[in-house]
């Protein structure tokens, strides 16, 4: 049995995972919008894994993925004792520390999942859980060479929801490794140049975001001062190709984080949840590959 959904438009193909599919059945990703193949005109590939080296540890993440960042729902539950993790279900708490690597035992949401040519759309209910409930609505759509994921999270529950959620972009430039001609243009992040960095190879200056060298090893930059009045997008391109990604977010970002290692540049952008009991709140994002 095929375990993802393939939608279309005339110029991309993407494939969807199915509800618990067998592909990724761990829980640092939100289940739902979890797009693990990308290909314009029949012969670009832009998704890629988290990790191609065996020898390094991944967390199982393919193409378009998200994440809640939600931990006071963990930090509230004692060892052995079950909390919710928005995206996927109730998580039993195994150890004091959480780490994304560790998958802990999880009774999953209940979801359902509709399907069209060109669009997937998951509903999840939360039921109520330390005080928080919810219902998450996420749909994945493409035309033309745009693809769009819309999130609407609603709170029934007793508490505020606050969190950050982010999609973890783990894409190429049509299959192409990583090199010093890869770029990020994130106009609207400042202070690029005094952003804390891992390792000595990336950097940023006058909204660019690049490597020194070819990677051997993992990279990353955090970036913390957003613009208020600037278009929220960035343009993932290299000197050497015609291919390029362009993300636009619907919100004001809190803050973003470009991680990569050599075969993918990844740009993470967060955005700031604050929702209270019986409200909701919508955001988008939309990417267009280019050729």
């Not at 959904?5 to 739902?32: C, G």
């Not at 020898?55 to 079950?82: P, Q, V």
């Not at 990020?184 to 190879?201: C, Q």
Request: net charge negative; aromatic share 12%.
């Amino acid at each position: 049995m095929k375990e993802t959904i393939t939608i279309k438009s005339d110029r991309l193909e993407l494939e969807v995972l199915k509800p618990y599919s067998e592909l990724y059945r761990r829980t640092r990703f939100n289940w739902n919008c979890f797009v693990n193949s990308i290909v314009l005109d029949g012969k670009y590939q832009f998704a890629e894994p988290e990790q191609r080296d065996p020898k390094r540890g991944t967390s199982g993440g393919w193409g378009l993925n998200s994440e809640y960042k939600f931990e006071e729902t963990r930090d509230m539950a004692k060892i052995g004792e079950e909390y919710p993790r928005l995206g996927n279900g109730y998580l039993m708490k195994t150890d004091k520390d959480f780490h994304f690597m560790v998958n802990e035992p999880c009774r999953p949401f209940p979801t359902v999942c509709t399907a069209t040519a060109s669009s997937v759309t998951f509903v999840t209910d939360m039921p109520l859980c330390q005080g928080i409930a919810g219902r998450e609505e996420k749909t994945v759509s493409v035309s033309g060479n745009t693809v769009t994921i819309t999130t609407k999270l609603t709170n029934y529950g007793q508490k505020d929801i606050v969190a950050e959620e982010y999609n973890h972009n783990f894409l190429s430039l049509g299959g192409e490794p990583v090199t010093p001609a890869y770029h990020v243009e994130a106009k609207y992040f400042e202070n690029l140049e005094n952003g804390e960095v891992k390792g000595d190879n990336i950097y940023g200056r006058d909204g660019i975001v690049s490597l020194r060298r070819n990677p051997t090893e993992p990279y990353m930059i955090f970036m913390n001062d957003v613009k208020r009045d600037a278009p929220y997008t960035w343009k993932l391109y290299a000197d050497d190709s015609t291919l390029s990604v362009t993300e636009q977010d619907s919100f004001v970002p809190s803050r973003a984080v470009i991680w990569g290692v050599e075969h993918c540049f990844c740009t993470e952008v967060f955005v700031a949840l604050n929702i209270k009991p019986m409200e909701s709140y919508e955001w988008t994002r939309t990417w267009t590959f280019d050729c």
